[in-house]
Structures are given as C-alpha cells and as structure tokens.
C-alpha cells in the first residue's frame, strides 16, 4: 500500500514489524525497520531504490498495483546493499531494459552481488536528470556508509532522498517523524548513527557541509528507513554534525564479563565509587555476555570514559569482552577515555590485554589497569570504590 510523500512522490517501500536483527546478528532492531522505496511519478516516472530480497516478490506485485511496470523511465540506485537492491532481479524481469542510474561503484556492488549486466548509467556528483517539472541532482556520499552511497536532490518538491543518511531502524505505521513519539524516534537515530556511521563521522561532516554549501533548500528528507523528516528536517541535520564532532555526554559505561562473578562485584564497587565522587554522572554497567552489543556500542559511543573489565582466562579474556572490545575498535572513536579492571586466579594478562585494544581503538587510558587475585574480600571491594573514585576525578 503506498503513501503520498509530496505531490509527485509516493512511498512504495516496506515495514518489516518482525525484524530483530539486522546485518547479520550485528544489529538489534527491537523496533523493527522499514526499506524505503519512493515513487515519483513527474512527466517522466521514477522508482529510487527497492526493498530487502525476502520481500522482492511482495514489492513488485504491491508495486503493479500502483503503476504499469512499463511506464518507469528511470531506476535510481542510491546503494547497492540487499537491503536497498534485493528487489532488483525480481523487478528487472518485468522491464529488463530499464536504465538504473548509480555511481561508478554502485554498479560494481550491484554486479558482484547479483551477476546481471543491466542497463546502468554512472552518476556522479553534480550531474543532473531531468524528469519534468522535477529535475534530480545526484550527490556522492561514499562511506555514508558504503563507498557506493549517494544521495539524490529533487528540487520543486524540495526533497532530499538521504539514503542510509539520516534514518533509523524504527517500524511504524506512521510515514513522518512527526507523527511518532520524539523519545523513540531519536534513540533509534542515535542507535543507528553510533552502529552504522560512527565511524565515518569526519566524513559525515564533510558531506553534510558539502550539501548545506549547496544551498538547497530542502523541505523533507527521505531516508531509505524508518521515519520521513518534513517538520524542520535540519533538526537531524543538526543532530548528525553534533554526534559527528566526537560526542559525549555526562556518562561513564562500565563493561565487563564474568566467570563467578568476581569482575562483576568488581564492576559494581567501582560504580559506587564513581557515584561518591559525581552524583551527576550517568552510569551505565552492561554485561558483554548478556546485553546486546548495539546497545552497548550506543552506551560507549555516548560515554565520555569506559571501564572494561574480564576475568584472565587461558592467559588471555573472555570472549566476549574480546568481541566487544573489536566492534569498539571498529567505531574509530576519539576525544574519549578508559580504564581496565578484573580478577584473575594464576597469571593475570587480562588486564594488560585489554588496555592493548583500548588503545588500539583511539582511547586515552586514564590509570593503569586495575586487578585483584581471586574474588574481592571486602578490603578489595572498598579498594574497587576508591579506583571508581580516582576514576571520576
């Protein structure tokens, strides 16, 4: 069932209510998502992006039953990502000849996942498709967050479609961001920038910069997921220069794993000392074997110190803390600080271990590392505090 976006432009896409994880199991999507696919029906018809492949057959019969196949002109690829394209081969059955617009690295991505040599045509920043009384004006924007990425301008309807820049993984039965409860809609943007853009921030800036040099004026933004921004759309603008330029709020994320249970009274000391200290301080203490690691990667992006602590085992840490501790790394993270904890039993590296890896992600330790032979007595428990304390001042 579409939805009028503007006057020209309908939304085609999908909601997918029963999403719970998404590339691969690296994202958890309580909330479900959307892949959002436009219509612009102008002197000449317009189809931007599709949907996941598992509904390839369901977007092209919903999509029959909105046009006469025949009548699309163009084909705009914003990113070559299954997500966005997994409806192509399902879709170019019907009107093989159909010319699909991307950049240079667009057609590479979409070639190598589906092995069809297609009508394509390379677009690059600056270059422009008339479609009537419309005309697109296409954008690079690569590592936001492939290299193929780029973003599409239409400029009567004042329309910006942003590709994965801007959006969440949110499902709703709304269409605009407006319509849903602010709280949700901006932790689900902030979940998504801190798991998929954080670590192109630099690049963020630059490209939003980029645009805003441009001087378009931009009336709506459309994501390729979750909710459409048409009530002051420069909010999120705003919002992304923000987390772009090394953000961090008032809060300290304490992550750990545990054998029996020894780092994780570690953990809690080492908060209540924190606490003493700033009563005003956020704490957060997540277990990396039970909390999902997008939001302890959301919790760490908007944390301004992190503690990490696990137990040595085989000379080394825990699994999971060495997992967690890779995705951070991943998130190239700066203008941020750490410290290392745990318990150990015979040799005691895990600490050492840890703080190998925090550096290796950009973070500035902040004391040596912090550990304790067996489980904590209670003269330990109160040395845990006073490390919490050292910590927060």
Not at 131 to 149: K, S, V
Request: aromatic share 10%; hydrophobic share 40%; net charge negative.
């Amino acid at each position: 069932m579409s939805k009028q976006v503007k006057n020209k432009i309908k939304w085609v896409g999908k909601v997918d209510w029963e999403l719970k994880h998404f590339h691969g199991d690296e994202f958890k999507t309580d909330r479900g998502s959307s892949y959002n696919s436009y219509l612009i029906e102008d002197e000449k018809t317009v189809l931007i992006d599709t949907a996941w492949l598992p509904f390839d057959k369901e977007f092209v019969s919903n999509l029959k039953k909105e046009i006469d196949l025949n009548k699309i002109d163009y084909i705009i690829a914003l990113h070559g990502e299954v997500d966005h394209s997994g409806a192509l081969v399902e879709l170019m059955r019907e009107i093989p000849n159909v010319p699909i617009y991307c950049t240079a690295n667009g057609i590479k991505s979409i070639k190598g996942q589906y092995h069809k040599d297609w009508n394509f045509v390379t677009v690059k920043t600056g270059d422009t498709l008339n479609i009537g009384e419309n005309t697109l004006t296409f954008i690079e924007a690569p590592m936001l967050h492939w290299p193929d990425t780029m973003f599409a301008y239409m400029d009567k309807e004042k329309v910006l479609f942003s590709s994965d820049g801007f959006g969440q993984h949110l499902a709703s039965e709304h269409l605009f961001a407006d319509e849903v409860d602010e709280a949700v809609l901006y932790q689900e943007a902030l979940k998504y920038y801190a798991n998929i853009l954080a670590p192109f921030g630099m690049i963020a800036t630059k490209k939003i910069n980029d645009i805003l040099a441009m001087n378009l004026e931009i009336e709506t933004i459309c994501p390729s997921h979750g909710l459409i921004w048409r009530k002051n759309p420069t909010q999120i603008i705003k919002k992304y220069l923000e987390w772009a330029n090394n953000y961090q709020e008032n809060q300290i994320t304490i992550i750990y794993d545990t054998m029996w249970n020894g780092t994780k009274t570690m953990a809690n000391e080492i908060a209540k000392g924190i606490q003493e200290v700033d009563k005003d301080v956020t704490i957060k203490i997540m277990n990396s074997s039970k909390d999902d690691k997008t939001d302890i990667l959301t919790e760490v992006f908007k944390s301004k110190t992190i503690l990490v602590g696990s137990p040595t085992v085989n000379n080394g840490i825990l699994y999971s803390v060495a997992g967690i501790l890779e995705m951070i790394k991943g998130m190239k993270l700066k203008n941020k600080k750490a410290a290392s904890f745990g318990t150990y039993g015979w040799s005691g590296e895990g600490t050492k271990i840890i703080e190998e890896e925090l550096k290796k992600a950009g973070f500035e330790l902040v004391t040596e590392g912090f550990k304790n032979m067996w489980n904590p007595d209670e003269n330990m428990k109160q040395k845990c505090i006073e490390f919490g304390k050292e910590i927060c001042k």
